[in-house]
Each structure stands twice: as C-alpha cells, then as structure tokens.
Nanobody, 125 residues
Framework: QVQLVESGGGSVQTGGSLRLSCAAS????????MGWFRQAPGKEREGVAR????????YYADSVKDRFTISQDNAENTVYLQMNSLKPEDTAVYYC??????????????????WGQGTQVTVSS
C-alpha cells in the first residue's frame, strides 16, 4: 500500500516562498508518477504540478508556471514542490498524489489513485 505524507505547509505573506515535501513509501510500481494538487475552499481540486513521464517532464498549471517547481529525490523517495512568489489565490490545501505509469511510461492526469492527507498553505495579502 502506498503511503504519502506531506509536510512544509504554513502561512506566508504575498511574495513569500514555501517548500512542500512528500515522503512516499510502498510498492515502487504504484507510485512511479507523482504530482501535487490543491483544493481551495468552495472550489474543485485542481492539478498544480506533476511529472508527465516517470520522474521527468513536468506539467504545471498556468496559474503557477514560472513560480512553482516540482522535483524528486529518488534516493529519499521524496517529492518536493518549491513555491515562490506566492499569491493569496494560492491559498489551499495541497495534496501529494501518486499512481502507476501507463504502458508507455507516461503519467496521465487521471492516473493518480493514492493521496496524502494534505497540508494547508495560507497566503495573506
């Protein structure tokens, strides 16, 4: 069973930075694809950043491009989300997600079936 544990959330002011971490454990084949999602109050969950291939080729939502960076440390089984130039609209609960790759080694957007407990990020103006 895959387990994902997020950390690093908190409260910052506009323009600040945070780095989220996601420690992953469990069968490797079930978590070859990793990504970050978020859900703000009253809104649907949205994809923020994910690898489109196994551990490389990142996709970013338009709203976070050039501000957020996803990275992975395979030795530590940890995925990071570096968030810079934070804005109030980035306020949300952030979730780490994992799933298997498809037969082409790609990570489809709807292929994530393991989720962490979430970590709150609050950006004040």
């Amino acid at each position: 069973q895959v387990q994902l544990v997020e950390s690093g959330g908190g409260s910052v002011q506009t323009g600040g930075s945070l780095r989220l971490s996601c420690a992953a454990s469990g069968p490797t084949y079930s978590r070859r694809c990793m990504g970050w999602f978020r859900q703000a109050p009253g809104k649907e969950r949205e994809g923020v950043a994910r690898f489109v291939n196994i551990g490389r080729g990142a996709y970013y939502a338009d709203s976070v491009k050039d501000r957020f960076t996803i990275s992975q440390d395979n030795a530590e089984n940890t995925v990071y989300l570096q968030m810079n130039s934070l804005k109030p609209e980035d306020t949300a609960v952030y979730y780490c997600a994992a799933g298997p790759s498809n037969t082409f080694g790609l990570c489809p957007r709807d292929g994530f079936n393991y989720w962490g407990q979430g970590t709150q990020v609050t950006v004040s103006s």
